[in-house]
């Protein structure tokens, strides 16, 4: 029985932080339904515009909320309340996560058209922007690790997460291989766990990755 409880209990923690990543990134979702589903691309291309802005005023801001909460568990410092606390974490990191969000806005941006220009032009250039992508996509995931555990600047936090990006070859493709798999099963084989673990799951694996590479740095430097 307490194996079950402990069970249902992980299952809550999972899926209530997920709801709750899903619930304050509510305008970016609307957004990007609206563009897949949308049969002109000249109707699209005006909302790429709104949907640009969402990433510093929601994406990062409630990524980071979520990504705290996942800390408070790993490090066993868990508040009482889920929802109480990713207010909190939501509201006092509100500002360093949107500043961090235009930053990485603008580079996701110019990655992608970049992508998209030499799909067509250049396939070995294609595949150096899709390798930087996936560089880009674990140099995102730390610096929310960094940017929940450390109390720096911005400045320095992308510089630490940049570190560990290409500075440890076992976090950067453990975190790749195991995240991308529960991307890929989320889409492609059950979709239904979108809205209700995969964010949460990315990061749970995310930050534990990191946290034990903080610990055995941490220790060697003892």
């Known amino acids: ?6 069970i249902c209990e992980w299952i809550m923690r999972f899926s209530v932080t997920n709801l709750l990543w899903v619930l304050f990134n509510i305008p970016l979702i609307f957004i990007g339904l609206s563009i897949l589903f949308m049969n002109s691309i000249q109707d699209a291309i005006i909302l790429i ?3 640009l802005l969402c990433f ?9 909320a979520m990504f705290a909460l996942v800390r408070d568990w790993i490090i066993d410092q868990e508040k009482s309340s889920i929802i109480g606390s990713y207010w909190i974490y939501y509201r006092d990191n509100y500002k360093q996560s949107m500043q961090a969000g235009w930053i990485f806005g603008l580079i996701w941006i110019v990655w992608a058209v970049d992508y998209y220009y030499f799909q067509k032009e250049n ?10 992508g996936l560089i880009l996509y674990v140099f995102t995931l730390l610096f929310f690790s960094v940017i929940v555990h450390y109390d720096l600047g911005w ?9 560990l990006t290409v500075g440890s070859p076992a ?19 059950l979709p239904i766990i979108i809205p209700f673990f995969t964010g949460s799951l990315i ?4 930050f534990s990755s990191f946290y034990r590479l903080f610990l055995r740095v941490k220790e060697e430097g003892k």
């Open 123 to 132: 396939t070995v250039l294609m595949f150096a922007f899709l390798i930087m």
């Open 49 to 51: 515009p709104f949907l």
């Open 56 to 64: 510093p005023f929601c994406l990062f801001p409630a990524t980071s």
């Open 1 to 6: 029985m307490g194996n079950i409880y402990t």
């Open 155 to 163: 400045k320095t936090l992308l510089k630490k997460a940049f570190i």
């Open 171 to 189: 976090l950067f493709f453990s975190i790749m291989i195991v995240t991308g798999i529960i991307l890929l099963v989320s889409i492609q084989t």
């Open 203 to 206: 990061a749970f694996i995310t």
